[in-house]
């Protein structure tokens, strides 16, 4: 994926309250230009609160915001003029066709029919129903077709999988990394763990409304568990294993060694060539338990939705 070092979104204090609720805390955020990023968290963490935000939706409380080098206050229509943008609930006229709907909004704000044509095909959209008469899915496809058809240079998109069913949450993929190939830059709030894995470059993670950190996907990947089971020739202790760099939850019975490992399982390895190892398993490592750590960590009681 591609990485220029430019900024497409950057904030700064970025704060908003509704009244005494907290939407968003003292976001401090830089989008690299031609990157995927993902914002994750459970629902009502502050991910659309920023994006409305970014858009001037709503305004913020204090701080700032800059999206493709445009203050988001001032220059607001430019950036939406630069934009694609599917939000979190896409509603809008209901007595219009798809087709009839993609061409006023091809009519007010720019965009390509023959190109939005081409997306309702992959996406399997008919155009010639109704609005109203869609089910969830086909009218998040008709909000994805939407948001590409203007060919932007920065789309955000906020949980655009949603009501999708696995092929075309795969197809979306694929035109995710087809967008990057083409040097646009991918904002993309989400909960959805699996996707944001396969797609993003780097994740932020925010809690309440507040930041928790920003990393690459590789990073938090390295640090995500490994469950290891090994199965040995001979008889192995506990003892044998403990303290083994990483190594956690360790439980040996008779042959058996189950245990936990954070980052790499090279000195598990080494540990286990001591004895004769008939068999091992371990799952890969995923997001999921990396990001339930930084939850936990932070006092969270409430389990964030990870489907």
């Known amino acids: 994926m591609q990485e220029t070092g430019t900024a497409a979104i950057t904030t700064a204090g970025l704060t908003k309250f509704y009244g005494e609720h907290k939407g968003a805390l ?3 955020l830089d ?3 031609g990157e995927v990023f993902g914002l994750l968290g459970p629902n009502g963490a502050g991910k659309t609160t920023c994006i409305r935000m970014f858009l001037d939706f709503i305004r913020p409380t204090s ?9 988001s206050r001032a220059d607001s229509v430019e950036i939406r003029k630069n934009t694609g943008y599917l939000p979190g609930e896409f509603v809008t ?3 219009l066709t798809a087709l009839n709907l993609l061409q006023y909004f091809a009519n007010l704000r720019g965009g390509d029919l023959k190109l939005a044509r081409t997306l309702a095909e992959r996406f399997d959209l008919d155009l010639t129903r109704k609005i ?3 089910s969830r899915g086909n009218r998040q496809k008709v909000g994805l077709v939407q948001a590409f058809m203007s060919d932007p240079a920065l789309l955000i998109l906020d949980e655009p999988t949603t009501g999708l069913d696995p092929l075309l949450q795969q197809e979306f993929h694929n035109l995710v990394l087809e967008q990057v190939k083409t040097g646009k830059t991918l904002f993309i709030s989400s909960h959805v763990l699996s996707e944001v894995e396969v797609i993003c470059d780097r994740v932020g993670i925010i809690r309440e409304g507040s930041l928790i950190t920003v990393e690459e ?3 938090l990947r390295e640090r995500a568990l490994t469950r290891v089971d090994i199965e040995f ?3 192995v202790l506990a003892s044998d294993f403990a303290g083994v760099e990483g190594v956690v939850d360790v439980k040996v019975t008779d042959h058996r060694l189950t245990c936990t490992v954070t980052g790499s399982i090279d000195s598990l390895i080494k540990a286990a060539s001591k004895h ?3 068999k091992i398993q371990s799952a890969q490592p995923g997001l999921e338990e990396v990001f339930l750590e930084f939850y936990t960590d932070h006092g969270d009681q409430e389990s964030p939705d990870v489907a």
């Open 63 to 71: 701080g700032s915001a800059t999206v493709l080098g445009f203050d």
């Open 26 to 28: 003292d976001v401090n």
């Open 276 to 278: 004769t190892v008939n």
């Open 31 to 33: 989008v690299r230009e």
């Open 93 to 95: 006229y209901q007595s």
């Open 132 to 134: 109203g008469e869609l």
């Open 217 to 219: 996907v590789a990073a």
């Open 233 to 235: 020739g001979d008889a």
